[in-house]
């Protein structure tokens, strides 16, 4: 009796691996292009995390975004990063050091090395970052946009790439840009880089 229904699910499997979103590579070397492609400002969408401390961090989290500045010849990223924790705005600049080969940002934070495996979808407005991704106690991603609202097709590959890597919806933490506290100093800090900038052309 199970036979035919298993034929026919069997039949449909072609078909549904053609309707959804191809799984991100997390192995993908850095190159210039990379950090071409990944340089300027990005929003942080959402993330799920079974790492507990990076969970707990997470949740913290109303709204954050952030500016990629990297430097070639350095190997490094500087980020220049605009959080809403609780009633806060926290704001912090910082580098990130880059693993060209195996395609690994690395930030170093309270005594410890933080790496994240950078992951690029076919949607170049996107990347996802991942963290100890093969071990399942500990696994986590994290999502960004150069939006503060993403499409239903962008928000749908993120749930592809947690399901690739045994991951739920339901652990998903999500960030709201309606919450941001930040606006106001983004604001002056690029008033004060625009009157450098014209003190620096006088001179």
Known sequence: MALPWVLAVLSLLPLLDAQSP????????????????????????????HHLEYKESATK?????????????EDK??????????DNCTYEFSPLTIYRENGTLMKYENGTRNYGHLMLPKDRSTFMLAFFPEDPQQIGLSFYADKPEV?????????????????????????????????????????????????????
């Open 22 to 49: 191809t799984c991100t590579n997390y192995t993908v070397p850095i190159t210039n292009a990379t950090l071409d492609q990944i340089s300027g400002k990005w929003y942080y969408i959402a993330s799920a995390f």
């Open 61 to 73: 989290f109303k709204a954050s975004f952030f500016y990629f500045m990297p430097n070639h010849t």
């Open 77 to 86: 990223i500087w980020v220049r990063e605009y959080s809403t924790i609780g």
């Open 151 to 203: 499409t239903p097709e962008q928000m749908e590959q993120f749930y592809e790439d947690l399901r690739c890597r045994g991951m739920k919806k339901s652990e998903v933490l999500y960030t709201d840009e309606k919450k941001d506290l930040c606006k106001p100093l983004e604001k002056q800090h690029e008033e004060e880089k625009k009157k450098e900038s014209e003190r620096t052309e006088k001179d």
